[in-house]
């Protein structure tokens, strides 16, 4: 508890990391103010206690601001706040992902920040992530969730660096060990190669569907040739993809910072992170999709309630607390600042997966872009089973996606 109150004690009177700073004066003047905070944080016990160890070092600083942390799954959380809303029993301030904001901001439920917070400060991709209508509706705590390119170093010295040294590579991988593996069920690993054609899901207005273009074909042939050189299974899902890592049967598998925690158990020291290779056809670097957690708030918080909120997002996204963060959950922060901290730039791990994050593409939080994903999934999938060609997909999930955005409106 020493050690939390002061690293409060620092970001409060020390960092300036946001415009128009809550002083202690301010918090001490809201008067007594109990704060119902939602988060999404529970898919570990560790992450949920962090979050109410910070709650309880900012509340011992000052004890008139109380706090009530509740876990909700983060579909829980959306329908529950809806619902919460609309009957005006919404919490105070709520911890939980960029999707939301499509949503809420339909609903009109959540309030802007951009004159509320200096969001200069952090990770570009990660304020771009919550910008909707030319507003700014969250402020970042961690960036990251991005796919990214993990390797065994038992088979895999360096890593390949383009997508012609990935086909050398796989050349070179022993009999019976797959050169690669990803999951071939979801599109959300297409969409990074999508990024690598210089390809996109949308149009520059982030909602009109651009998924029948050159691009997206060459995407879909390049997916389809790593099966047919076998580079990759002939099939494989998430689980089926993670377990043939672990178990020593791939060399290499795309996936998301969620998992290095578990790899570095599994594999111990024989396990490195670097981006996607680049598509050596375009010279450009794959895309994956970055998202993290954010902090949102109440469309009607006000007073009292808003000066002590302000305070404490001060706080989680101050430096001391944003390194804590990584320290303790091994989560890249979203504060441009904690980047460059040692834990990050001597750690390779982090670095990679921090290399790789800085060429991302935020995750699109408006509704449309489920219909782009129902619409992307069941064509991909046909031109790997080879029922369909990359053109004929591309077109009809062009069709798809505009006829579900039509029911969506």
Known sequence: MKKLLAVLLIALAVTPVLMAQVSASDIKGAGSIHILLWTKEGESDQALQWVKAQAAAFSAQYPDVTFEVINKDVEKLRQDFQTASLANAAPDLL?????????????????????????????????????????????????????????????????????????????????????????????????????????????????????????????L????????????????????????????????????????GTYKETLKGNFGVARIPRVSATGGWPAPYTSGAFFMLPKDLSGGKLTAVRGFIQYITSLPVQVDQVKTLARLPSLKAALQDKIITEDPILKGSADQMVVGRPMPTVIEMRANWDAMKPEMIAVLSGTETPEDAAAKMQTAAENGIKALQ
Do not use: C
């Open 221 to 260: 042939k390049f997916l389809k040739s790593l099966k047919d050189r076998k580079i990759v299974p002939a099939e494989s899902d998430y689980n089926g993809a993670d377990s043939m890592f672990k178990e020593g049967k791939a060399a290499m598998i795309i996936n998301g910072d969620w998992s290095l």
């Open 95 to 219: 911890w939980t992902v960029s999707d939301h904001a499509g949503p809420f901001t339909t609903a009109d439920i959540i309030q802007p920040v951009d004159n509320l917070f200096n969001l200069s400060v952090f990770v570009e991709s990660a304020v771009q992530a919550v910008q909707l209508g030319g507003k700014t509706w969250g402020v970042p705590i961690s960036n990251g969730n991005q796919l990214m390119l993990i390797y065994n170093k038992k088979f895999v010295s360096r890593p390949p660096a383009t997508t012609d040294e990935l086909f050398a590579l796989a050349r070179k991988v022993p009999a019976g060990i797959y050169p690669l593996v990803y999951n071939q069920t979801e599109p959300f690993w297409m969409v990074p190669w999508l990024g690598g054609f210089k390809g996109s899901v949308f149009a520059q207005d982030g909602t009109t569907p651009t998924l029948n273009t050159a691009a997206m074909v060459s995407t």
